[in-house]
């Protein structure tokens, strides 16, 4: 008898190829494809294979390990007939004798103390074509360390000082440019102020259609009543939850823009005290927007001039409130 791992590699050939090999007088091996999946307990990870097993009714030569030997061994069909039927037997004897016969790449046959045969396959091997040499991979569990939370600072716990909004100081350098810069824009806008009081060549109609003046002459109020609210002005340091106590005044307001966020409100405020405005920050009005003003006048009449200049060629949007 030639090698017995000559008809184990055979049997293993043809697991690849086809999903049942039998040898004859003794029982079928039967693969069936199975998914890939992940075994908890050993940690690995299989990809798409063929899982093995083992029938002992299969017994009927259908002649297909005798064909494939004989084929690769370039022997006559009889003598691979003969080789299987050898291999075979001694199979069998091993198996009486209580051993474990190991079968090279498939698995180990073994009897149970009922003398049934059974059948354990080597995971090692995939026996699936299309992924042939892939192998089960572990897979490691990552453990992280615990990391301590960030404290986050009480808004209530900051201090309250509701007098001014007060910036950051400035070098002389940068206050000198600054004012080189804004310079000009100011006697531009007092000039063409003195120039426009001056004029009386736009007529009253004109002037109600450019959103100035009403057309009897009163002051503009954007369809708010013309009484002095109390405004709270706010600052960076301001108390946002818990508003207990703030400084009141009577004002007008020429508003320059609505905003969402305070942080968002109060860069607008002090990018325009950088160009020379007595910016300030309003409360959050009733639908949620906090206001940014130009500045504040005691009169509607002077806040009116003021808007008139501001909208010629710097905010076209700004208005005044008034209630």
Known sequence: MKSPQQIEQAIGQLLYLHDCVVLPEFGGFIARKKSAFFDQESGRLYPTHKQIGFNKQLIADDGLLTHHFALVNACTFDEARNEVSEFVRQLKQRLFNREQVTISRLGILYNDTDFLIQFRQDQSVLFYLPHFGLKAIEVKSIVRDEVEPRKIKNLTQINHQPDAIRLPARPVIWLTKKA?????????????????????????????????????????????????????RFTSFRQVQNQTSVQQEAMVFLIASSHRS??????????????????????????????????????????????????????????????
């Open 180 to 232: 080189l810069q804004i310079v000009p824009m100011v006697a531009a806008l007092v000039f063409s102020g003195l120039v426009f009081i001056n004029s009386n060549h736009i007529g009253s109609n004109q002037m109600a259609a450019l959103g100035i003046v009403s057309l009897e002459n009163a002051p503009l109020s954007f369809g708010l009543p013309l009484t002095h609210p109390k405004f709270a």
């Open 262 to 323: 305070i942080a968002q409100a109060e860069f607008e405020a002090m990018r325009l005290q950088d160009l020379g405005f007595n910016a300030l920050v309003l409360e959050r009005s009733k639908s949620g927007l906090i206001r940014v003003a130009y500045g504040q006048y005691e009169t509607v009449e002077s806040a009116e001039n003021e808007l008139t200049e501001i909208r010629k060629g710097m905010n076209e949007d700004a208005y005044l409130l008034v209630e």
